[in-house]
């Protein structure tokens, strides 16, 4: 069974940028025909989608934080990051990772348990 | 303001079958697939429907997905105490080149 798990600061200052790393444990982050994303979720709010990367390396971003956002897998260690640069307080949220992959009739949908990630100085 | 449209809340007693709406447009809903999450009080969401109606191993077959046009709906029939969750309606936006989420359906079991 494939688990993931969220790590990094709990802590950012404003303008800095924001790194985590989800490892991926139970399989290989660079087997299968997985997308490897990130999605946040402010406290009290709805989920708000942040980008993927594919296990061919190709890359998708939300639109709004495209110009701040990176993605990157690090097939040695098993593990996918984010980073999100020039942070302000509207960044603060529980940022979760996530895998899928669908084949014809199956699915794989695994999420790490979420970490929090405040934004102040 | 979420791309996609939910009502912020809904509710049921036990037994009965609830609906939860999700509105969207022709370049997300309308042309492609729609995908439902339900979150647990302080916990990670599950993925609950896929393909608009496909159940994942494990979902129980109280849960069903349906779409029409640029709205899909998930039904709960036979509603339980552990029904109770916040509801996530997901579709990819052609025109955004991204997922996109509703804002969520908070389900009340009376």
């Known amino acids: 069974q494939v688990q993931l798990q969220e790590s990094g600061p709990g802590l950012v200052e404003p303008s800095q940028t924001l790194s985590l790393t989800c490892t991926v444990s139970?399989?290989?982050?660079?087997?299968?025909?997985?997308?490897w994303s990130w999605i946040r979720q402010p406290a009290g709010k709805g989920l708000e989608w942040i980008g993927r990367i594919h296990t061919s390396g190709t890359t998708n971003f939300n639109p709004s934080l495209k110009s701040r956002v990176t993605i990157s897998v690090d097939t040695s260690k098993n593990q996918f990051s984010l980073k999100l640069s020039s942070v302000t307080a509207a960044d603060t949220a529980v940022y979760y990772c996530?895998?899928?992959?669908?084949?014809?009739?199956?699915?794989?949908?695994?999420w790490g348990q979420g970490t929090l990630v405040t934004v102040s100085s | 303001q979420s791309v996609l449209t939910q009502p912020p809340s809904a509710s049921g007693t036990p037994g009965q079958r609830v609906t939860i709406s999700c509105s969207g447009s022709s370049s997300n809903i309308g042309s492609n697939y729609v995908y439902w999450y339900q979150q647990l009080p302080g916990t990670a969401p599950k993925l609950l429907m896929y393909r608009n109606n496909q159940r994942p191993s494990g979902v129980p077959d109280r849960f069903s997905g349906s779409k029409s046009g640029t709205s899909a709906s998930l039904a709960i029939s036979g509603l339980r105490s552990e029904d109770e969750a916040d509801y996530y309606c997901a579709a990819w936006d052609d025109s955004l080149r991204g997922w996109v989420f509703g804002g969520g359906t908070k389900l009340t079991v009376l």
């Open positions: 996530a895998g899928d992959r669908y084949g014809d009739n199956t699915v794989d949908d695994y």
């Open positions: 139970g399989g290989s982050i660079s087997s299968g025909s997985y997308y």
